[in-house]
C-alpha cells in the first residue's frame, strides 16, 4: 500500500510548481495554465484524503468534482478576458493592463 | 389628593395648546391660559379641603394619600433603579400651592392688560403656562429627580421669560447670565441628589429623609451632600454669591418679575430647604451654612436696595433680601416662620412688583430719578404699593410684620445674638428703602414732565389683581392665628401651630418683642421720610459724607465687577492655554501632523501599487506562506 | 498523408522532439522501476504511482519552465493525464473519466486556442516576469512547508476503501444537490460573462458597460 504521505508530498511539489508559474509568467495564458496545476494539487490532496480518510462518506470526491467543475468554468472565464486584454493592448502579457497603478 | 398631579398637567396643556396653536386662537389664546389657571385655583381650593379632612396632628406625619405613586417614570434592572412618578402633599406643599396657583392667577389677568398688542404675546402666555406648570410639579414633586427635573423647567421658563424682549441686548444677556448662574447652583443640586441616592438607593424623599434620621449617613458625607444640595437652593434664590442674576432679571416683562422672580421661582430654593430641612437638623454645620449665607445675603440686599435708582431693581434687591430672612429662619429651624414669611412675602412683593408695572405701564419709565408725584394721577396704584410697602417694611396688621416678627423672634430664641441684631438692622434697612421707592417714585414733584404728563391710572384688569392682591398683603399675616389659618384650611401649617426646632407650639404674639419690631421699622420710615420727603436734598447730601461706601452700594459689592475678573483672567487665561494647547498639538500636530504624515506615507507608499498583477500575487503567497507557517508551529 | 493535415510545421517537429524526450526521459525510469518491481521491491500500484509522479513532476516542471508557450500546454496535457492516473490510482474512476474527458477534451483545447486567438502562433516565445527570483523562493518555501507538513502530522487510520460508483452518485445527487445546482448555475453565468468579455467591442457599443462591469468583477 502506498503511504498518505506520498501523495500529499506529490500534490506539495505540483502545487509550489503551479504557484512558481503564476507568479514568474508574463503570458496570462500561462499563468492560467500554471493555475490549472495548483488546482489538479488540490484535487489529489481531496481524493487521497478521501480514499484514505474517510472511506465511509468520501465527501472530498464530491470536491474534487466541484473544483474540476469550476476549474472549466474558470478557464472559459479568463480566456475571454485574456482575448479581451489581447484586443485591447495586443499582447497577453498581464503587466500590460497596469492602468491600476499609482 | 391622589389626583394632584392634574394641578401641573392643566398648565402644561395650556403650554401645549398654546404653543402649538397660540397663533390661530382668538386674542392669541390668553384667555384658555386665564382659564386653565382659574380651574387649578378651584382645584387647589378642593385640595385644601381634603387636607384639612386629611389632617393628623403631627405637623411632619404625611396625611393620608400624600404619598401618591403615579407610575414608573424609569426603571432599569427590575428595580435597581427605580424612579417612580409620585406626588407628596403635606403642609408645605399646601403653603406652596395657594401661594403659585394664586399669584399665577393674578399675574395672567394682569397681564393681559399689561402685555397688550406685544409682539408674541400668544407666546408670553405660553411660557407663562408652562412656567406654572413646571412650579406646580415642583412643589407636589415626591422624589428628588422629578423635583429636579421641575426645576429645570422653572430654570427654562425663566429663561425664556427673561429673555422675552430678545432683540433688546441687554435682555438676551440678562437671560444668559439668570441661567448660567442658575446653572452653577443646579450642578451642585444634581450632585447633592447623586450623593443622597449613593446611599439609599432611593430618590424619595421622605425615604432620604427616615435614612438620615436613622444615620445611615457619615456625618461628614451628608453634610457635603445638603451643601451641595443648598447650593442649588441658593442659585435658585438668588442667594449670595449667586445673587447677580436676580437683578438683572427684571429685563423681563414686569408681570413676569412679580411672578417668577418675587412670589414663586425664586422660594423654590426655600421650598427645597425646608422640604429637606429634617435632614438638615442632622448636620448643623449646613444649617448654620444656611443661616449665615442668608444673613449676609439679607444685609447685602437691603443696603444695595437703598441706592438703586431702577423701580424695579429696588424690588430685586428686596426680594434677594427677603429670601435671605428665609434662609436664616430655616437656618435656625424655624420651618413655619420660613414658609410662613414666603406665603406673605409672595402677595406683598407680587403686589409691589405689579404695583411697578403698572407705573411703568402708565410712564415708560423706570427710573425713580424721572419719576415722582405719580399719586394725584394714579390714585389705586399708589394705595395699593403703599400698602404693599408698609407690608414690607412690617408694620403691623400688615402681612409682613407677622412673618418678619416670627423670624426674628426665632432667631432671637435658637440664634446667635449677633445675628439677631444684624438681621434687626436690615430689617430697619428694609423700612428705609421702601420709604424712599414710594416717595420717590408717588410723592414730590415730577422730576421729568413727560413722563409725568403721559401718565395714567392703568385700566381695571390691572388694578383688581392689584386690589385683591393689597387685600391679601393686608389680612394674610393673620392667617397666623388658629382660627383664621384654620378657616381658610391651613391647619397645622401657618395656622395652627409654630414649628421651630421641630419642637410645636402654639402661636402667640408676644407684644414686647414685637413692640420693639415696630419700632425699628418706625424709625426706618421715619428716617426714609427725613432723607427722601419733598426734593430728597438731604439724600444728596449724605451721598457726599461717603462718595466710596455710595459708590461700593451702587457698584453691588462689585460681586458683579469680581466675576468678570475671574472670568477675564481666571477663565479667560485657562481658555488661551487650552485654545493654544487645542490649536498647537491637537489641530496642528495631531489632526494635521496625522493628516500630513498619512499624505507623505502615501506618496510614498503609492510606489507599492505596481498595478501589475504579478506583484499582488506574489503578496498573497507570501502571506499564504507566513500563515501557513504559523499554522505549522502551533499544530 | 502527414502532408495534408492542415498542421503547422512546427507541430510536426514538436511532435517528433517531445516524443524523443519524453522516450529519452521515461524509458530508463520505466526500466529502473520494472526491475524493482520484479525484484518484489515495489508494488504494480507503487510502480504505476512513480511513473505517475514522473509524469506529473516533469510535466509541470515543463510548464511553468518552457519558454515556447505552446511546448507550456503540451506539458501541460501530460501533468494533467498523470494526475488522471494517480485518481485511477486512488480507486476513484469515476474522476479519472471526468479528468481525462473535461481538461483533457475541454480545457486543455480551450487553452490551445486562446492560444491559437492570440499572437502565440506568430510569436510562441515568451518572456518571463521581473520576479522570477522571488516567485523561485516562495514556490520553494511553500513546497517545503507542504512537504514538512505531510511528513509532520499524524494521519492516524488509513483505510483504502473502493468507493462504489452508484454511492458516490447517490451522495452527490442527494447530500450535495444545492451545491450541485449552485455549482450548475455558476456554469451558466461563468459562460455568459465569457461571451460578454469575449465578445468583440467594436460589435456595438451598448455592449462595452457590460463588459467592463465583469471585467472589474473578474
Known sequence: MIPLENFLILSGILFATGLYGVLARRSAILILMSVELMLAAVSINFIAFAAYLDGEAFSGLVFALFVITVAAAEVGLALGIVLRLFRERRTSYVDAADSLKW | ?635 | ?218
Not at chain 2, 45 to 61: K, M, P, T
Not at chain 2, 135 to 145: D, P, R
Not at chain 2, 550 to 565: F, G, P, W
Open chain 2, 1 to 635: 389628593m391622589e389626583e394632584v398631579w392634574i394641578l401641573p398637567a392643566i398648565p402644561f396643556a395650556v403650554f401645549v395648546v398654546l404653543g402649538l396653536f397660540g397663533r390661530i386662537l382668538p386674542r392669541n389664546g390668553d384667555l384658555l391660559a386665564v382659564l386653565g389657571m382659574a380651574a387649578v385655583v378651584v382645584l387647589v381650593g378642593f385640595v385644601l379641603v381634603d387636607f384639612q379632612d386629611a389632617f393628623v396632628d403631627d405637623f411632619f406625619a404625611p396625611v393620608a394619600g400624600a404619598n401618591t405613586y403615579a407610575f414608573d417614570w424609569i426603571n432599569i434592572g427590575d428595580g435597581f433603579f427605580l424612579i417612580e412618578f409620585s406626588t407628596y402633599v403635606d403642609a408645605i406643599t399646601m403653603v406652596m400651592l395657594p401661594v403659585v396657583s394664586f399669584v399665577a392667577l393674578m399675574v395672567l389677568v394682569y397681564s393681559i392688560g399689561y402685555m397688550k398688542g406685544e409682539q408674541r404675546y400668544g407666546w408670553y402666555f405660553a411660557a407663562l403656562s408652562l412656567f406654572v406648570s413646571a412650579m406646580l410639579l415642583l412643589v407636589v414633586s415626591g422624589n428628588l429627580l422629578q423635583l429636579y427635573l421641575a426645576w429645570e423647567g422653572v430654570g427654562l421658563a425663566s429663561y425664556l421669560l427673561i429673555g422675552f424682549y430678545w432683540e433688546r441686548q441687554s435682555a438676551a444677556e440678562a437671560a444668559k447670565k439668570a441661567f448660567i448662574t442658575t446653572r452653577i447652583g443646579d450642578v451642585g443640586l444634581l450632585i447633592g441628589i447623586i450623593l443622597l441616592w449613593r446611599v439609599t438607593g432611593s430618590f424619595d424623599i421622605q425615604e432620604i429623609i427616615h435614612a438620615a434620621e436613622e444615620g445611615a449617613f457619615g456625618e461628614t458625607y451628608l453634610t457635603i451632600a445638603m451643601l451641595f444640595l443648598f447650593a442649588g437652593a441658593a442659585g435658585k434664590s438668588a442667594q449670595f454669591p449667586l445673587h447677580v442674576w436676580l437683578p438683572d432679571a427684571m429685563e423681563g416683562p414686569t408681570p413676569v418679575s412679580a411672578l417668577i422672580h418675587a412670589a414663586t421661582m425664586v422660594v423654590a430654593g426655600v421650598y427645597l430647604v425646608a422640604r429637606m430641612l429634617p435632614v438638615y437638623d442632622e448636620v448643623l454645620i449646613a444649617r448654620d451654612v444656611v443661616l449665615y449665607t442668608g444673613l449676609l445675603t439679607a444685609f447685602m440686599a437691603a443696603t444695595m436696595g437703598l441706592v438703586a435708582t431702577d423701580i424695579k431693581r429696588v424690588l430685586a434687591f428686596s426680594t434677594v433680601s427677603q429670601l435671605g430672612f428665609m434662609f436664616v429662619a430655616l437656618g435656625v429651624g424655624a420651618l413655619t416662620a420660613a414658609m410662613f414669611h414666603l406665603f406673605t412675602h409672595a402677595f406683598f412683593k407680587s403686589l409691589l412688583f405689579l404695583g411697578s408695572g403698572s407705573v411703568i405701564h402708565a410712564t415708560e419709565e423706570q427710573e425713580v430719578g424721572k419719576l415722582g408725584g405719580l399719586r394725584k394721577k394714579m390714585p389705586i396704584t399708589t394705595l395699593t404699593f403703599a400698602i404693599g410697602s408698609l407690608a414690607l417694611a412690617g408694620i403691623p396688621i400688615f402681612a409682613g410684620f407677622w412673618s418678619k416678627d416670627e423670624i426674628l423672634h426665632d432667631l432671637e430664641k435658637y440664634g446667635p445674638l449677633w445675628a439677631y441684631a444684624v438681621l434687626a438692622a436690615t430689617a430697619g434697612l428694609t423700612a428705609i428703602y421702601t420709604t424712599r421707592l414710594v416717595l420717590l417714585t408717588f410723592f414730590g414733584e415730577p422730576k421729568d414732565q413727560h413722563a409725568y404728563d403721559h401718565a395714567h391710572e392703568s385700566p381695571p384688569v390691572m388694578t383688581v389683581p392689584l386690589i385683591l392682591l393689597a387685600a391679601l398683603a393686608t389680612v394674610a399675616g393673620l392667617f397666623v392665628y388658629q382660627d383664621v389659618g384654620q378657616a381658610f384650611g391651613f391647619v397645622g401649617g401657618i395656622g395652627e401651630v409654630v414649628i421651630a426646632h421641630g419642637e410645636p407650639h402654639v402661636f402667640e404674639l408676644d407684644v414686647p418683642f414685637a413692640a420693639g419690631a415696630t419700632a425699628t421699622a418706625l424709625a426706618g420710615i421715619a428716617i426714609g421720610f427725613m432723607y427722601w420727603w419733598g426734593d430728597a436734598r438731604r439724600a444728596r447730601e449724605a451721598r457726599g459724607w461717603a462718595p466710596e461706601l455710595h459708590s461700593l452700594l451702587e457698584r453691588r459689592y462689585y460681586v458683579d465687577e469680581l466675576y468678570q475678573a475671574f472670568i477675564n483672567y481666571a477663565v479667560l487665561g485657562l481658555s488661551s492655554v487650552v485654545a493654544w494647547f487645542d490649536k498647537r498639538v491637537v489641530n496642528e500636530t495631531g489632526v494635521d501632523g496625522g493628516t500630513q504624515l498619512v499624505g507623505f506615507l502615501g506618496h510614498r507608499l503609492k510606489f507599492l501599487q505596481t498595478g501589475r498583477i504579478p506583484n499582488y500575487a506574489l503578496g498573497m503567497a507570501l502571506g499564504v506562506a507566513a500563515l501557513a507557517l504559523v499554522a505549522l508551529g502551533t499544530s
Open chain 3, 1 to 218: 498523408m502527414i502532408d495534408r493535415l492542415p498542421l503547422p510545421a512546427q507541430f510536426d517537429r514538436l511532435i517528433i522532439a517531445g516524443g524523443t524526450a519524453v522516450a529519452l526521459v521515461m524509458t530508463p525510469i520505466l526500466v529502473v522501476l520494472l526491475a524493482l518491481m520484479i525484484g518484489d521491491e515495489i508494488s504494480a500500484a507503487e510502480l504505476v504511482f512513480w511513473l505517475a509522479f514522473t509524469v506529473i513532476v516533469a510535466g509541470a516542471l515543463g510548464t511553468v519552465l518552457l519558454s515556447n508557450i505552446v511546448h507550456a500546454a503540451l506539458a501541460l496535457i501530460a501533468t494533467l493525464l498523470g494526475v488522471a492516473a494517480i485518481y485511477l490510482l486512488l480507486a476513484t474512476e469515476f474522476i479519472a473519466l471526468v479528468q481525462i474527458l473535461v481538461y483533457g477534451g475541454g480545457v486543455v483545447i480551450l487553452i490551445i486556442f486562446g492560444l491559437m486567438m492570440t499572437n502565440a502562433q506568430a510569436d510562441p516565445i515568451v518572456s518571463d516576469g521581473s520576479q522570477k527570483p522571488f516567485a523561485a523562493i516562495v514556490g520553494l518555501l511553500l513546497g517545503s512547508i507542504f512537504i514538512a507538513a505531510a511528513i509532520d502530522a499524524e494521519w492516524g487510520a488509513q483505510t483504502t476503501a473502493v468507493i462504489p460508483f452508484r454511492d458516490f452518485g447517490a451522495r452527490l445527487f442527494r447530500d450535495f444537490i444545492v451545491p450541485v445546482i449552485i455549482v450548475g448555475v455558476l456554469l451558466d453565468i461563468a459562460l455568459s460573462g465569457a461571451l460578454i468579455n469575449a465578445r468583440s467591442s467594436s460589435d456595438d457599443d451598448e455592449a462595452e458597460p457590460a463588459s467592463e462591469e465583469s471585467e472589474a468583477a473578474s
